[in-house]
Nanobody, 123 residues
Framework: LQLQASGGGLVQAGGSLRLSCRAS????????AGWFRQAPGREREGIAC????????HYYDSVKGRFTISRDNRKDIFFLEMNNLKPEDTAVYYC?????????????????WGQGTLVTVSS
C-alpha cells in the first residue's frame, strides 16, 4: 500500500501548482483523502480533505477560494490545485488517506501517508 505525491516545486507569489497523489496497492474509492502541510517550526495542518465519493469537501480557512481538491477514483489519484500562492504557503505537503467520516481533516484519523513534496513560494 503506497501513496506517491508529486508536483511540488518553486513558484513565485501569485503563481499556481498542481499536486498529485497516486494510490497503489488498494482501491482509493473506499477512503477519504486529504492534503496536509507542515512549514518549518509549525505543526502539521490539514488544508483540504475530500470524502471517498467526493461529495464532501473541507478546506482550511487560509486556502479557501485559492486551493481546490479533487479526485478521480477510476484512476486511484487525487489532486490539489493551488492558485494565487503566497509565501506563507511554503511547506512540505503530504497526501494521506484513511477511513474517515465525510471530509474530516484530522491528521491522526489518516493512516496512510505519502512521502511529502516541497512547495516553495518566493515573494
Amino acid at each position: 500500500l503506497q501513496l506517491q505525491a508529486s508536483g511540488g516545486g518553486l513558484v513565485q507569489a501569485g503563481g499556481s501548482l498542481r499536486l498529485s497523489c497516486r494510490a497503489s496497492g488498494f482501491a482509493l474509492n473506499s477512503y477519504g483523502a486529504g492534503w496536509f502541510r507542515q512549514a518549518p517550526g509549525r505543526e502539521r495542518e490539514g488544508i483540504a480533505c475530500i470524502s471517498n465519493t467526493g461529495a464532501d469537501i473541507h478546506y482550511y480557512d487560509s486556502v479557501k477560494g485559492r486551493f481546490t481538491i479533487s479526485r478521480d477514483n477510476r484512476k486511484d489519484i487525487f489532486f490539489l490545485e493551488m492558485n494565487n500562492l503566497k509565501p506563507e504557503d511554503t511547506a512540505v505537503y503530504y497526501c494521506a488517506t484513511g477511513q474517515v467520516y465525510g471530509s474530516s481533516c484530522v491528521g491522526p484519523e489518516y493512516d496512510l501517508w505519502g512521502q511529502g513534496t516541497l512547495v516553495t513560494v518566493s515573494s
